[in-house]
C-alpha cells in the first residue's frame, strides 16, 4: 500500500500570501489530521477531517483551515503568512475519526521571508 | 483532558546499551499510547501502541513498552542500542477524539 503523501515537500513564500498544502492519505483511510512541527513549539495538532467534515480543531487563528475531499485527500491553507507560520507541516491518516493509530507523511517544509 | 510529559530532552547512550526513553501521560479517560519515531527530514513512524489488554507492548526495530496504570507511565525501551536508533522520539497519548505528542525526546548513539 502507498503511504501518506504530501505535496509540495519544499516552499517558500513571502509574507502576506497565502499557500495550500495537499495531503493524499493511505487508501481506505477516512481521517486526515493536519500538525505544525516547530523547533519551540513541538507538535501542535491543527484539525481533524473525517468524512469531508471537520471533526476536531487546534488552537490556531482562523488563518488556518483546511479541507476534505470525497475521495478523503485533503488541502490545508494559510492566508496571509506571517514568519511564524514557518514551520513543518505533517499529515497523518487514520482508517476512522479519533486519530487512534495514525500515519504520517513526509511533511511539508514552509518557510515564510 | 490529556497531557504527556517525556523526560529529558536528549538521551546518550553507547552502541550496545540499554535504551530507556521515560513518559508520563495524564489522561481523564483510559488512554490510548503510542511512541513514535521521527528521522530526520521525514515524518512521524508509528513504534508502536498500547490500546487495552496486555501491558507490555511490542514494536518494530526492538522497541517495546511497558503500560503502568499506578505511576502513569509508558516508557519505552530497547535492550540494545544500535547507531540506526539515533532520532527523535515522540509518546502520544489519546484520549477521546484528539492526540496530544509530548515534546520529543533526542537519542544520540556513540560508537
Known amino acids: 500500500k502507498a503511504g501518506v503523501t504530501q505535496t509540495p515537500r519544499y516552499l517558500i513564500k513571502t509574507r502576506g500570501q497565502q499557500v495550500t498544502l495537499s495531503c493524499s492519505p493511505i487508501s481506505g483511510h477516512r481521517s486526515v489530521s493536519w500538525y505544525q512541527q516547530t523547533p519551540g513549539q513541538g507538535l501542535?495538532?491543527?484539525?481533524?477531517?473525517?468524512?469531508?467534515?471537520?471533526?476536531?480543531?487546534?488552537?490556531?487563528?482562523?488563518?488556518?483551515?483546511?479541507?476534505?475531499?470525497?475521495?478523503?485527500?485533503?488541502?490545508?491553507?494559510?492566508?496571509?503568512?506571517?514568519?511564524?507560520?514557518?514551520?513543518?507541516?505533517?499529515?497523518?491518516?487514520?482508517?476512522?475519526q479519533g486519530q487512534h493509530e495514525q500515519y504520517f507523511g513526509p511533511g511539508t517544509r514552509l518557510t515564510v521571508t | 483532558a490529556q497531557s504527556v510529559t517525556q523526560l529529558g530532552s536528549h538521551v546518550s547512550v553507547?552502541?550496545?546499551?540499554?535504551?530507556?526513553?521515560?513518559?508520563?501521560?495524564?489522561?481523564?479517560?483510559?488512554?490510548?499510547?503510542?511512541?513514535y519515531v521521527q528521522y530526520p527530514n521525514q515524518g512521524l513512524q508509528l513504534l508502536l501502541k498500547y490500546t487495552?489488554?496486555?501491558?507490555?507492548?511490542?514494536?518494530?526495530?526492538?522497541?517495546?513498552?511497558?503500560?503502568?496504570?499506578?505511576?502513569?507511565?509508558?516508557?519505552?525501551?530497547?535492550?540494545?542500542?544500535?547507531?540506526?536508533?539515533?532520532?527523535?522520539?515522540?509518546?502520544?497519548?489519546?484520549?477521546?477524539?484528539k492526540t496530544i505528542f509530548g515534546a520529543g525526546t533526542r537519542l544520540f548513539v556513540k560508537a
Open chain 1, 44 to 96: 501542535q495538532f491543527l484539525f481533524e477531517y473525517f468524512s469531508e467534515t471537520q471533526r476536531n480543531k487546534g488552537n490556531f487563528p482562523g488563518r488556518f483551515s483546511g479541507r476534505q475531499f470525497s475521495n478523503s485527500r485533503s488541502e490545508m491553507n494559510v492566508s496571509t503568512l506571517e514568519l511564524g507560520d514557518s514551520a513543518l507541516y505533517l499529515c497523518a491518516s487514520s482508517l476512522t
Open chain 2, 14 to 35: 553507547s552502541e550496545g546499551a540499554l535504551v530507556l526513553l521515560r513518559c508520563n501521560y495524564s489522561s481523564s479517560v483510559p488512554p490510548y499510547l503510542f511512541w
Open chain 2, 52 to 97: 487495552t489488554g496486555a501491558t507490555l507492548v511490542k514494536g518494530i526495530n526492538g522497541f517495546e513498552a511497558e503500560f503502568k496504570k499506578s505511576e502513569t507511565s509508558f516508557h519505552l525501551t530497547k535492550p540494545s542500542a544500535h547507531m540506526s536508533d539515533a532520532a527523535e522520539y515522540f509518546c502520544a497519548v489519546t484520549g477521546g477524539f
